[in-house]
């Protein structure tokens, strides 16, 4: 349940005391009420320089939300439902390799463990690809190998034009490739691709599929799915042969990661034990510690913005002890004749409290209004930045996200801010003195004369 709108409760308590004192004394009620609909310039210039806070804030949360769901988006697309990847760093190559004694063994125990759907072994690794119809190469690809009697629905499907397909490729020599690799080798369903492997081994293999480059078919970004025992002889490994042990959690692949902790858990205490610690077997890589790091670091960009955007607030704050100050200069002979009936300061407080509450809440609102096409804007040049980097295909506009938290803690922020500020300034008008309100003409009285 999102408790977000708690936030609010202080915005709530201000207003509820300051409602609540305004039936107790009505008229200065009116007599600061009044004032916003009286001098309907004055009001605008006011909410104007009230709202920079509220907007600010919220924009600054906007794009932490935007960039906070574009990584959440590309990670849990990238990895899909394999929720960890279990297996062991080699010096000489990366991920070592675990053969097939090894890794049966291992996928048994890993199976015993709660909350856990199914297990695979995959072989992960780069090679060079060349497109022998279209001339074009591509010196790293990503290539999977895997079979696709345990790497099948438990890990979700291959998508064509977002409609499934079975992941069992047919032919020892043919491959699926996603969108991204197809894109840069300019490739189509039927197209000869040669593969290259270790030592110089080569291969000839058909475009079988073109697959989505989302879910199944993401891998991170250009890949080649290949039969695992097709990919064990083009670097001449025995049969059966993976370097990666993936796991998936019971439920989706957004509920799965619930169960992300305990499952990490019960993996390092069976791979802490022998013969496994001393082969060095690790989780290297954990799908919720990927995002909350990646969410903690965007996070540090919200607040680089509002650190940036305070400069602006404390201009905006300035702004409201001139804007006050000079409300009260122009107000000299009126608050005068009020001192001199008996208007005490505390009642001059109330009814500059009234009137700010007014105020504030105006502001506020037009504020956290404004924030979302200023927050647009920020996204927009972003955007735009990238799209002169050469980065034409990515767009940072369709991760735009808004999340009902950011715009009560902005509601919050704002509204404090201008009730701190306006209740500061009261205080400084409420002690001038009424001999010097009384006598003094205002600015306007002096245009006049």
């Not at 104007?48 to 509220?54: D, E, H, K, R, V």
């Not at 400069?311 to 002979?333: H, P, W």
Request: hydrophobic share 45%.
């Amino acid at each position: 349940m999102d408790t977000s709108f708690l936030c609010l409760a202080p915005v709530f308590l201000v207003v509820l005391i300051l409602a609540i004192s305004g039936l107790r004394n009505k008229v200065q009620f009116k007599m600061g009420i009044r004032n916003i609909f009286r001098r309907k310039e004055n009001t605008a210039l006011v909410v104007a320089g009230l709202m920079i806070s509220t907007s600010i804030i919220g924009a600054s949360f906007i794009v932490g939300d935007t960039m906070d769901n574009m990584i959440t988006i590309l990670i849990i697309d990238s990895y899909y439902e394999s929720d960890l990847f279990v297996g062991y760093i080699d010096p000489n190559q990366g991920l070592g390799d675990i053969d097939l004694a090894n890794f049966t063994r291992l996928k048994r125990e890993f199976e015993t463990i709660d909350n856990v759907d199914a297990v695979a072994g995959i072989y992960r690794t780069s090679v060079s690809v060349f497109n022998t119809d279209k001339k074009l190469v591509k010196p790293t690809v990503s290539i999977v190998g895997y079979n696709h009697t345990e790497y099948g629905n438990a890990f979700g499907d291959f998508l064509v034009d977002k409609n499934p397909i079975s992941d069992n490729i047919q032919n020892r020599f043919d491959v699926y490739i996603n969108e991204e690799t197809a894109n840069e080798l300019d490739a189509e369903v039927g197209d000869q691709l040669q593969i290259y492997g270790a030592m110089g081994n080569m291969r000839v293999f058909n475009v079988s599929q073109i697959v989505d480059g989302s879910k199944k078919g993401n891998n991170g970004g250009s890949t080649v799915f290949v039969q695992l025992d097709t990919l064990n002889g083009l670097f001449n490994k025995p049969n059966g042969t993976v370097n990666t042990l993936t796991i998936t959690c019971k439920g989706d692949y957004i509920e799965g990661m619930e169960h992300i902790p305990q499952v990490a858990r019960d993996v390092k205490a069976i791979i802490s034990e022998e013969p496994y610690a001393s082969s060095g077997y690790e989780i290297v890589m954990n799908k919720k510690e990927v995002l909350d790091t990646a969410s903690s670091q965007m996070s540090q960009l919200t607040s680089l913005f509002i650190i940036f955007g305070s400069f602006s607030i404390i201009a905006g704050v300035v702004l409201i002890i001139n804007i006050f100050t000079m409300l009260a200069e122009e107000r000299k002979s009126e608050l005068g004749i009020a001192r001199a009936l008996g208007t005490t300061r505390a009642m001059l407080r109330k009814m500059f409290l009234y009137e700010g509450v007014a105020y504030s809440l105006i502001s506020v609102t037009v504020g956290v209004v404004m924030s979302i096409p200023l927050a647009f804007g920020i996204i927009w040049a972003f955007n735009s930045v990238f799209s002169a980097q050469g980065m034409n295909g990515f767009s940072l506009i369709r991760y735009f996200n808004v999340e009902p938290s950011s715009i009560f803690i902005s509601i919050a922020i704002g509204f404090l801010i201008a009730m701190g500020t306006i209740f500061f300034t009261t205080f400084k008008i409420s002690r001038l003195n009424i001999c010097l309100l009384y006598t003094s003409p205002s600015p306007r009285d002096r245009t006049r004369s």
